[in-house]
């Protein structure tokens, strides 16, 4: 009796399975590659003729029906997947650029940084000084003593006359011994055969000490006839917080009379203007000292032997043209110097 060959069928695994078969068991059920019990079929050995005959009607017509289906089923999938794994792929690059974007320029937290403000900080006045008058004879140099603050702003008003018959020297240089560079910045005269004359130079302390400043009048190239000597004083003002001098006007009239005015514009809002005033000497400085019309605060009035210095200022809220207007009950000689002080730009 012919001994008969029977094949023990193994379960399909199940991890396959599990992957690539539908959840149906019917005719719509499909393997995204093939089935485990066909893979078996295939795999035989061929040493056995009448297992692979008897068995070769059905599995050509198991693969004439069902390899083209498995074939589309395999490229679909394959397809699918392809598409699923780029896609994935593809926003977990972008994510991170988009997020790296996002964060360039930020402050760590998202968010844009503020936005900063620039405002200006308008100059205050600190102090006062007033040197001695005294007669300088030709060839001479004038000189006074003041305590500083680093960084300070100065302001050096000389007013000066004849101390004898001829013309006035200009002033050549101001200097002081801690080496700053002192700047005319303004000069208030209607000519060297005049009487009177003012200017004013401007530096900045470089050290916190007390310094000598000195004017050094021009005696050689003094336009002959020369007066043999002067009547000089000096006021020093000191200011905090001056970026630099705007706007400059002076005034010098070739006339006496009784009072003062012009007109000044600010180059700069919240700055300060600073008015110089120089005139006739006389007893009342301190009963007679000149009115302002409006806002200006009076910081000094010196009366020396011939010359009368005066300090006033006020806040500049705008850039805008400013009348300065002053009286006395005198007539008599007048020279005024107007200066705008420029503050600091700081960030708010």
């Not at 719509?28 to 295939?42: I, K, L, P, V």
């Amino acid at each position: 009796m012919a001994k008969i060959w029977r094949r023990k069928r193994r379960p399909a695994q199940n991890g396959v399975q599990a992957i690539f078969s539908s959840g149906s068991q019917g005719r719509g059920r499909t393997h995204a590659r093939f089935a485990s019990d066909e893979f078996e079929d295939d795999i035989e050995p061929s040493g056995r003729p009448d297992h692979v005959s008897s068995r070769s009607p059905n599995l050509s017509k198991s693969h004439g029906k069902r390899s083209p289906v498995h074939l589309s089923k395999i490229l679909t999938v394959t397809v699918l997947a392809m598409i699923m794994l780029t896609t994935v792929v593809g926003f977990s690059e972008i994510n991170p650029n988009v997020q790296h974007h996002t964060d360039k320029g930020s402050n760590g937290t998202g968010t844009s940084p503020p936005v900063r403000t620039l405002r200006t900080l308008a100059p205050s006045f600190y102090t006062v000084s007033n040197v001695p008058e005294a007669m300088v004879s030709s060839n001479e140099s004038y000189t006074g003593m003041i305590a500083t603050i680093s960084n300070d702003f100065i302001i050096v008003q000389i007013a000066y006359s004849q101390g004898t018959g001829g013309n006035l020297p200009d002033i050549a240089e101001v200097t002081d011994t801690q080496s700053s560079n002192y700047t005319r910045t303004a000069s208030a005269s209607p000519g060297v055969a005049e009487n009177f004359w003012e200017q004013v130079w401007t530096g900045r302390a470089s050290l916190t000490s007390s310094t000598n400043i000195t004017a050094s009048p021009d005696w050689f190239t003094c336009q002959k006839p020369c007066v043999a000597s002067i009547i000089i004083t000096m006021t020093i003002g000191r200011y905090r917080g001056v970026a630099g001098v705007g706007s400059s006007t002076s005034i010098a009239p070739s006339t006496s009379s009784t009072s003062q005015s012009v007109n000044v514009t600010p180059t700069q809002a919240d700055s300060m203007l600073v008015e110089l005033l120089s005139h006739g000497a006389y007893s009342g400085c301190g009963i007679d000292a000149p009115q302002p019309d409006a806002g200006q605060t009076s910081r000094n009035c010196f009366t020396a032997t011939t010359e009368r210095t005066e300090l006033f200022d006020h806040s500049v809220s705008a850039a805008q043209t400013y009348t300065e207007s002053y009286s006395w009950a005198k007539v008599e000689v007048q020279r005024g110097i107007y200066l705008e002080l420029k503050g600091n730009i700081v960030s708010a």
